[in-house]
């Protein structure tokens, strides 16, 4: 993206969210910072917005220290219905949050030009809620499962 020699940077907001595949819903928190403390704050949002009667959440996170680190473990040991699964290194598009946060990306952020943090988090939250009001699950199949496959057998063939 080219910028104008006016632009200032106002800062960075961390999104952390979960995308559940059975729904289409997302959840979401908003935070200045990335560390074990911030990720702990949407797995107990996560558990409180969850109903008791699931008994095995299965959580798809890449390979992000955050997602790793001994205060999460901690609070993993402490929340038995949660299990953690890891996506091979350079899999983002294994997980399909990323999916969501590319649209998210395409939709509201094309341009990031925002006055301050607050109008970014409006935006954010905003397009949340809408999707959320119409929610979906993605629709995986064997054949689009090939087409991510295509594009990578040409990537590489690109590179060798």
Same mark, same amino acid.
């Given at each position: @993206?080219?910028?104008e ?7 960075a907001?961390q ?5 559940? =595949?059975? =729904? ?15 990720? &702990? ?7 409180r917005?969850?109903?008791?009667? &699931?008994?095995?959440? #299965?959580?798809?996170c890449d390979?992000?220290?955050? #997602?790793?680190?001994?205060l ?11 299990? @953690?699964? /890891?996506?091979?290194? #350079?899999?983002?598009? @294994? ?7 590319s ?6 952020? =094309?341009?990031?030009? /925002? ?20 929610? #979906? ?24």
């Amino acid at each position: @993206m080219h910028l104008e020699h006016e632009y200032e940077r106002k800062g960075a907001l961390q999104l952390f969210a979960a995308l559940d =595949t059975r =729904t289409g819903e997302v959840t979401d928190i908003l935070r200045q910072r990335k560390r074990q403390k911030e990720f &702990i704050e949407l797995l107990n949002k996560i558990d409180r917005e969850a109903p008791r009667t &699931i008994t095995l959440i #299965h959580l798809i996170c890449d390979n992000l220290s955050v #997602h790793k680190g001994k205060l999460v473990q901690r609070w993993l040991r402490k929340h038995p219905r949660f299990q @953690m699964h /890891f996506t091979p290194v #350079h899999c983002s598009w @294994m997980n399909q949050i990323e999916q969501w946060f590319s649209i998210l990306q395409r939709k509201r952020l =094309t341009a990031p030009n /925002f006055a301050d943090l607050d109008a970014l988090e409006e935006r954010v939250l905003a397009f949340i809620a809408e999707w959320n009001e119409s929610a #979906h699950p993605f629709a995986w199949t064997t054949r689009s499962f090939d087409k991510v496959l295509a594009r990578v057998d040409a990537k590489l063939a690109v590179a060798a």
